[in-house]
């Protein structure tokens, strides 16, 4: 199976920067919809970001346009998170996921996360104020 594994959370001040890494191993991830996901306590799952491996397209939750700035590295199977301008209501657990084999369907469907077939396990952020 799939696996992605999570780095570079931690804790930062408001107004800080952290860049989160999703590696995928077992497979190459080409052809597929990278999507970040964040959830805090008591809160339901949110889109955040996401990315398709091949084309390049990008999609941004409108929380966070302007100043998180998804990408991906495909010669290191890795998707990057570069989050600036941190602010408190940004903590929480995040996650990244894959689509493989409905990939195509990533413009419409990266907020859900149903549509995600694999997931890391998480890599906490806080921000504080």
């Known amino acids: 199976q799939v696996q992605l594994v999570e780095s570079g959370g931690g804790s930062v001040q408001a107004g800080g920067s952290l860049r989160l890494s999703c590696a995928v191993l077992?497979?190459?991830?080409?052809?597929?919809?990278m999507g970040w996901f964040r959830q805090a306590p008591g809160k339901g799952r949110e889109g955040v970001a996401a990315?398709?491996?091949?084309?390049?397209?990008?999609y941004y939750a409108d929380s966070v346009k302007g100043r998180f700035t998804i990408s991906r590295d495909n010669g290191k199977n890795t998707v990057y998170l570069q989050m600036k301008g941190l602010k408190p209501e940004a903590t929480a657990m995040y996650s990244c996921?894959?689509?493989?084999?409905?990939?195509?369907?990533?413009?419409?469907?990266?907020?859900?996360?149903?549509?995600?077939?694999?997931w890391g396990q998480g890599t906490q952020v806080t921000v504080s104020s």
């Open positions: 990315i398709y491996t091949d084309g390049g397209s990008t």
């Open positions: 996921a894959t689509a493989y084999w409905r990939s195509y369907y990533c413009s419409t469907q990266w907020r859900i996360p149903s549509y995600f077939g694999y």
């Open positions: 077992s497979y190459t991830y080409s052809n597929s919809c």
